[in-house]
């Protein structure tokens, strides 16, 4: 009787079952490869876990458009620079191993409109099928997320008309200041039990915390 109830107990430790109020916040830029490369993972922990995410789309930081003349370049820009296309050629071996189109740079791009669109498509429950239309898309270079016709046709397509292009700046911008409150600054990022996860590089740590910490936690 003894070993059967070790035993039980042993199975029912193998489950790790997730706490009922888990929820997986995850804050990203669809002008991001960063935030490209994490979506699928994030999706498929979830999936695992059975765990909702909390959409949180938000506009980094517009890149400069690079020129093509290098000689004016001061000591820092040409730092930035090497700095970036290092990180290009870094985040373009990780899409060829996953088979992702990356077509285009972000260079000039805002998303802002775009992440206004998926805070409409959440409300719309359709937010996960717009943000990996809007990701996979924009960096195949075949959507343009700063054109706002072709966002509504978008959110038409996906069972969420009536997107305004024209009145949406404020309730970015209150949308994005309360996700900064919430400790998110640097994209992307997760959220999980009032912790800010920086990367998609943290996913087997978030895995563990809502499995319930069980064992020691993942390096």
Same mark, same amino acid.
Request: proline share 5%.
């Given at each position: 009787? +003894?070993? %059967?109830?070790?035993? /039980? !107990?042993?199975?029912?430790?193998?489950?790790? @079952?997730? $706490?009922?109020?888990? &929820?997986?916040?995850?804050?990203?830029?669809?002008?991001?490869?960063?935030?490209?490369?994490?979506?699928?993972?994030?999706?498929?922990?979830?999936?695992?876990?059975?765990?909702?995410?909390?959409?949180?789309?938000?506009?980094? +930081?517009? %890149?400069?458009?690079? /020129? !093509?003349?290098?000689?004016?370049?001061?000591? @820092?820009? $040409?730092?930035?620079? &090497?700095?970036?296309?290092?990180?290009?050629?870094?985040?373009?071996?990780?899409?060829?191993?996953?088979?992702?189109?990356?077509?285009?740079?972000?260079?000039?791009?805002?998303?802002?409109?775009?992440?206004?669109?998926?805070?409409?498509?959440?409300?719309?429950?359709? !937010?996960?099928?717009?943000?990996?239309?809007?990701?996979?898309?924009?960096?195949?270079?075949?959507?343009?997320?700063?054109?706002?016709?072709?966002?509504?046709?978008?959110?038409?397509?996906?069972?969420?008309?009536?997107?305004?292009?024209?009145?949406?700046?404020?309730?970015?911008?209150?949308?994005?200041?309360?996700?900064?409150?919430?400790?998110?600054?640097?994209?992307?990022?997760?959220?999980?039990?009032?912790?800010?996860?920086?990367?998609?590089?943290?996913?087997?740590?978030?895995?563990?915390?809502?499995?319930?910490?069980?064992?020691?936690?993942?390096?």
């Amino acid at each position: 009787m +003894a070993s %059967r109830r070790a035993a /039980g !107990a042993a199975a029912g430790r193998g489950l790790r @079952s997730v $706490r009922v109020a888990a &929820v997986i916040g995850f804050a990203f830029d669809y002008a991001s490869t960063a935030s490209l490369l994490a979506f699928a993972p994030t999706c498929t922990l979830a999936d695992e876990l059975g765990v909702p995410i909390e959409w949180l789309p938000m506009p980094g +930081a517009t %890149r400069p458009v690079v /020129g !093509a003349n290098r000689s004016d370049e001061s000591v @820092s820009e $040409r730092h930035s620079r &090497v700095r970036a296309e290092y990180v290009a050629m870094d985040v373009a071996r990780y899409a060829r191993w996953r088979g992702i189109e990356i077509n285009r740079d972000a260079n000039g791009v805002d998303s802002a409109l775009a992440c206004a669109g998926g805070l409409w498509a959440d409300r719309h429950g359709v !937010a996960r099928a717009y943000n990996q239309h809007v990701l996979t898309e924009f960096w195949a270079g075949r959507l343009d997320i700063e054109d706002g016709t072709t966002l509504k046709s978008v959110l038409d397509g996906l069972g969420a008309p009536g997107f305004d292009d024209e009145s949406f700046e404020a309730p970015l911008a209150a949308h994005k200041a309360s996700v900064e409150d919430r400790g998110v600054h640097t994209l992307p990022a997760y959220l999980v039990e009032e912790q800010v996860f920086v990367g998609r590089a943290h996913l087997p740590m978030i895995r563990w915390i809502l499995q319930g910490r069980d064992g020691p936690g993942p390096l």
